[in-house]
C-alpha cells in the first residue's frame, strides 16, 4: 500500500532535521546508512535534492536513477515507488515542499509535458542551491520558507526545462485527482473495473475519463495497470518473492499476460530484471 507521504517523515531514516511552519514540515534533510523502499502518495509538489548515493524512483514505466548532485521534481497526486540504495557510503537528500500558490506566481510554458515525476539537466546552479540548504541545515538555521521557495521556483523558471516542468504543475494542482488516488494508493491490486475507480473517486465514468485524459493522457484502466507494473518492477528489485508472488500482489491473475505488458513497458522480462538484481545484489 502506498504511503501517505506527510510531514516529510519516512520509516528508515537514521536522521532527519525539518524546518517547520507552524506544525508542519516544509523542507526535510535525511540521511539513511542502509536501504529502503517506499511506496509513496505524495498531494503536494515535493523538490528533492540528492546529495550523496544512489536510489531509483519508479513512476509507472519510467525509472529515474538518481545519484548526487541530482534534483528531482514531483508534481502533486503522485503514485511512486522509491528505493534507496544505501551502499557503504549512505544515503543524504533535501526535501521541499513547493505550496501551490507561490507556483502560481511564476510563469510555465504551455509545452505538451506529461504529467510525472521530472528529473532536471544537472546545472551548477542546483549544485550550489543544494550546497547552501546543506549548510543551512547543519548550522541549525531557520530560514525564510518564502526565501528558500522562491529560489527554487526562480532557478526551474530560468531553463526551458524548467519553465515547462512549473507549467506542468501549475495544470497538475488545478485539476489533481486526490480522492482518486488516495483510493488507488490503498487498493491499486483489487481495483478491476472502470466502475470500481470512478465509485471510489466519487465521480461519474465519464468525469473520471475525461480528467484522467487531462491529467495523464491516458484511460483511467492503462494508468492503473502501469502503475501496477510500477509496484511489480519495484517489487522486482527489493524484495526475494517470486515472479508469481508480485504478479499476483499487485493485481497480475493471468502470469502471461504480466510478462507481455512488463517486457513492452522495460524492455525486458520480470526474469531478466530480477536476475539483474540477485547479480548485483542490489536487493535487501
Not at 495544470?171 to 480522492?179: E, F, G, I, N, R
Not at 484502466?221 to 515472479?243: P, V
Amino acid at each position: 500500500m502506498y504511503t501517505f507521504y506527510d510531514n516529510l517523515r519516512f520509516t528508515g531514516q537514521d536522521y532527519i532535521s525539518t524546518w517547520q511552519s507552524g506544525n508542519r514540515s516544509w523542507a526535510a534533510y535525511s540521511v539513511y546508512n542502509h536501504k529502503a523502499g517506499h511506496e509513496i502518495y505524495t498531494p503536494y509538489t515535493i523538490l528533492n535534492l540528492v546529495l550523496r548515493g544512489r536510489k531509483r524512483m519508479y513512476d509507472g514505466r519510467f525509472i529515474h536513477h538518481l545519484e548526487a548532485g541530482d534534483v528531482l521534481v514531483i508534481p502533486p497526486g503522485a503514485l511512486l515507488c522509491s528505493e534507496i540504495m544505501a551502499h557503504r557510503d549512505g544515503f543524504e537528500s533535501i526535501n521541499i515542499v513547493l505550496p501551490e500558490q507561490l507556483i502560481n506566481t511564476f510563469a510555465g510554458t504551455g509545452e505538451n509535458l506529461q504529467l510525472g515525476a521530472v528529473k532536471l539537466d544537472a546545472a551548477l546552479s542546483w549544485q550550489l542551491f543544494a550546497e547552501n540548504l546543506q549548510q543551512q541545515f547543519s548550522e541549525g538555521a531557520m530560514p525564510s520558507r518564502e526565501a528558500i521557495v522562491t529560489k527554487a521556483l526562480q532557478l526551474l523558471a530560468g531553463s526551458r526545462q524548467g519553465a515547462a516542468v512549473l507549467g506542468m504543475l501549475q495544470q497538475a494542482s488545478a485539476d489533481t485527482l486526490p480522492v482518486a488516488m488516495e483510493a488507488i494508493g490503498r487498493e491499486l491490486p483489487e481495483l478491476e473495473k472502470l466502475d470500481d475507480i470512478a465509485r471510489k473517486s466519487c465521480m461519474s465514468k465519464a468525469t473520471l475519463k475525461r480528467r484522467f485524459r487531462q491529467l495523464y493522457n491516458a484511460a483511467p484502466m492503462h494508468w492503473l495497470w502501469e502503475k501496477r507494473l510500477e509496484k511489480a518492477c519495484f517489487l522486482l528489485s527489493t524484495t526475494s518473492l517470486s515472479i508469481h508472488d508480485i504478479a499476483y500482489s499487485t493485481g497480475f491473475e493471468n502470469i502471461p499476460h504480466f510478462y507481455r505488458l512488463f517486457r513492452n513497458a522495460y524492455g525486458v522480462t520480470p526474469k531478466t530484471w530480477k536476475l539483474s538484481f540477485s547479480a548485483n545484489d542490489d536487493r535487501y
